[in-house]
């Protein structure tokens, strides 16, 4: 009876150190291990998707393990308890483990997991600053923030007129790696907005 709770106590160990390190070196990700994952686009609206299964994830389960088999086998080696009554305590214990892990990541990893939306990644409609002339027909550049980093693209103007550097655009649309801008002041009145956007 002792060598199977042990073994539980040790296979349980053993996959949390497992999972651990090798999320660790960026084969499994962090979150995956805390029992939640982040998809971009994911569903429909691009929402959270836990594909860990809930309660049920690596976590609790490796929890429940380690909890069961280190109460089961104690209670074994140090109780005169039967062996039903070890089982049922090392069962209680193994919950609490579980339940206590799985509070801490309610409590402290999920909140701060990054939800990564569909409309995160999207060019159209992001507001960005001419950085390179675009000249009447031709090409230059923009700079703009998208999912929290900077990014410099080259740009085309949708109207055939020249955008000075520092003019403040909108992307409408992306063709072979080109992003079509027009200038902020025109959709702000052809949309009824401001014509300075601060989003920038």
Not at 8 to 25: K, M, Y
Not at 42 to 67: C, R, Y
Not at 136 to 146: N, R
Request: aromatic fraction near 12%; glycine fraction near 14%; include cysteine.
């Amino acid at each position: 009876m002792s060598s199977l709770f042990l073994g539980c106590f040790s296979f349980g160990l053993l996959f949390t150190v497992a999972t651990f390190l090798l999320g660790s070196f960026g084969s499994l990700h962090l979150p995956h291990f805390f029992g939640g994952t982040t998809h971009a686009g994911g569903g429909a609206n691009g929402q959270h998707d836990n594909a860990s299964g809930g309660v049920l994830n690596p976590s609790t389960l490796s929890a429940f393990l380690i909890w069961f088999g280190g109460g089961g086998y104690l209670l074994t080696r140090y109780s005169p308890l039967a062996a039903i009554t070890i089982t049922l305590f090392a069962t209680v214990a193994g919950l609490a483990g579980a339940a206590i892990v799985f509070a801490v990541i309610m409590r402290y990893f999920l909140p701060r997991l990054t939800v990564l939306a569909r409309e995160d990644f999207q060019l159209e409609g992001v507001v960005a600053r001419v950085s390179s002339t675009i000249l009447a027909g031709g090409t230059g550049e923009i700079v703009y923030s998208l999912g929290g980093t900077r990014h410099v693209d080259g740009a085309r103007s949708v109207t055939p007129e020249t955008l000075e550097r520092g003019t403040q655009v909108i992307i409408l649309r992306i063709e072979k790696g080109i992003a079509y801008v027009d200038r902020w002041a025109n959709f702000a009145e052809a949309h009824a907005l401001p014509p300075e956007s601060t989003t920038l």
